[in-house]
């Protein structure tokens, strides 16, 4: 059970969630849309800085959302998707994460990483229904689905954050696992509030004292890039590519 935690715990290392519906990117833009390759192609040639970050953006995230659920290519998925990073950070250099708080917290839905994870926990996890919610208050939930043999399980996992300078400092606290998909029918946000406020019901493991750190590396009403791990695989840190879920706090930001 430890090993599956610790597995689960690494893989959804950040800090954001939503609206527990399975995510759709939706069609792409017309080719002469303002948003389509063609306007992209146009920015490109005239040099605007904005076009190329907007063209990375979509790439890195039809990268993600293409292997999303495979886990025979991770090597070569990350080897594709870290030149596309690297040049959105030169474009768009990490600010401390202070000054990102106030876009982070919120609702985020897992897309990519490249966490390989051990053979239960993968055989057991929704690939499609992994999110985060942050909050404010130093605090965050984890929330995925995960299919046993009596059935879909949602899991619960809290997470506390700590601002240090160019980076958050993380410590992971209990895990709470309850019977059914509670994302059938209830917003994430709402869940959890619900969780952080002890209302749900169902087996609850004690934290494991898991730390580590991560940067939120890119963030904006759209995406999210974090590079991360935990301190007991250091050095070796991840790549996780969120986007915004649909579910948000109310104003945009949660309540108390």
Same mark, same amino acid.
């Given at each position: 059970m430890q090993r599956t935690l610790l597995a689960l715990i690494t893989l959804l290392i950040a800090a954001a969630t939503g609206c527990a519906r399975e995510g759709t990117d939706g069609p792409a833009p017309p080719l002469d849309s303002p948003? *389509?390759? #063609?306007?992209?192609?146009?920015?490109?040639?005239? *040099?605007? #800085?904005?076009g190329r970050l907007e063209k990375l953006k979509r790439d890195i995230r039809r990268?993600?959302?293409e292997n999303r659920c495979r886990r025979d290519n991770l090597p070569e998925v990350r080897a594709e998707l870290q030149p596309l990073v690297d040049e959105l950070l030169a474009l768009a250099p990490p600010a401390p994460e202070a000054d990102k708080k106030a876009l982070v917290v919120g609702a985020w839905e897992n897309l990519w990483s490249d966490l390989a994870y051990s053979p239960d926990v993968e055989a057991t996890i929704d690939c499609k229904n992994i999110y985060q919610v942050v909050s404010p208050n130093g605090f965050y939930w984890n929330v995925s689905r995960q299919e046993r043999p009596e059935g879909p399980v949602t899991s619960f996992l809290r997470g506390a954050y700590a601002d240090a300078g160019d980076r958050l400092r993380i410590r992971f606290g209990q895990t709470i696992f309850t019977p059914g998909w509670l994302g059938e029918s209830e917003d994430l946000i709402a869940l959890a509030s619900l969780a952080e406020a002890g209302f749900i019901e169902g087996v609850t493991l004690p934290p494991l004292g898991i730390e580590g750190d991560l940067q939120n590396a890119y963030v904006d009403d759209e995406l999210r890039i974090i590079i991360g791990g935990i301190d007991a695989i250091a050095p070796r840190k991840n790549l996780f590519?969120?986007?915004?879920?649909?579910?948000?706090?109310?104003?945009?930001?949660?309540?108390?």
């Open positions: 948003a *389509g390759p #063609a306007a992209e192609t146009a920015a490109l040639a005239r *040099g605007d #800085a904005s990268v993600a959302q590519v969120l986007k915004r879920s649909p579910s948000r706090f109310d104003g945009g930001r949660p309540s108390p």
